[in-house]
């Protein structure tokens, strides 16, 4: 089982609409999570954190869920420039080293 | 406008030849680390330093030699690479610490990346 596991996509959608994208890893002892966003190209670039109480940034809403070990990502009102690849991060420290972990990210291609 | 900056953006280099990239964080921060991205690959971390000091060489070959001269320089120092080498290398930059709360402060700053090819 890869460490941290998501659908590389790619994921179509109509302006507007509302998707969704998991990530589930597989170290219980991970203790923080992100979504990164890279442009084709370009870096990543951090989107947001991901909390056990669940945040949300705007259209933006990231969840948590140690129990099943998976995170989620909702982006409501898709955006053509919301078009681009979503990675997952998880963090996990052990001894004082820090293994950070990516996905392969998930294509998003929003059509107008 | 990043806070953490790559040199060169792009270069190519023969399999004999010795180069090395450059990373600069502008942020402050304490720990800055080396990815390497293929294509159809995720990041794959390479090395880790806290403090300068290295702290995490995930098996990488020893043709990449990395060096972290201050908490704000880093460098990749590269030889005899081979052409599966080539990928787009990134440096990123992070404050180790706790946010309030318990949650970690590590988010990470990455710089443009320096894209490689191997002939």
């Known amino acids: 089982r890869k460490e941290v596991e998501q659908d590389p996509g790619p994921f179509n959608v109509p302006e507007g609409a509302t998707v969704a994208f998991n990530c589930t890893y597989s170290?219980?002892?991970?203790?923080?999570f992100f979504w990164y966003r890279q442009d084709c190209r370009k870096e990543p670039k951090l989107l947001m954190s991901?909390?056990?109480s669940g945040n949300e940034d705007g259209r933006f809403t990231a969840q948590l869920n140690r129990a099943s070990q998976y995170i989620s990502l909702l982006i409501r009102d898709s955006k053509l420039s919301d078009s681009a690849t979503y990675l997952c991060?998880?963090?996990?420290?052990?001894?004082?080293?820090?293994?950070?972990?990516f996905g392969i990210g998930t294509k998003l291609q929003v059509i107008p | 406008e990043t806070g953490v900056t790559q040199t060169p953006r792009h270069l190519v280099m023969g399999m004999t030849n010795k180069k090395s990239l450059k990373c600069e964080q502008h942020?402050?921060?304490?720990?800055m680390y080396w990815y390497k991205q293929s294509a159809k690959k995720p990041l794959e971390l390479m090395f880790v330093?806290?403090?300068?000091?290295?702290?995490e060489n995930n098996s990488v070959p020893s043709r990449f030699s990395p060096e972290c001269p201050n908490s704000s320089h880093l460098f990749l120092h590269l030889h005899t690479l081979q052409p599966e080498d080539s990928a787009l290398y990134l440096c990123?930059?992070?404050?180790?610490?706790?946010?309030?709360?318990?949650?970690?402060?590590?988010?990470?700053?990455f710089g443009p990346g320096t894209r490689l090819t191997v002939l």
């Open positions: 942020l402050g921060h304490n720990a």
């Open positions: 991060v998880v963090n996990a420290y052990s001894g004082g080293y820090q293994k950070v972990t």
């Open positions: 990123a930059s992070s404050q180790r610490g706790k946010a309030s709360g318990g949650g970690s402060t590590d988010t990470q700053y």
């Open positions: 330093y806290n403090f300068k000091e290295q702290t």
């Open positions: 170290n219980s002892a991970s203790q923080s």
């Open positions: 991901v909390y056990s």
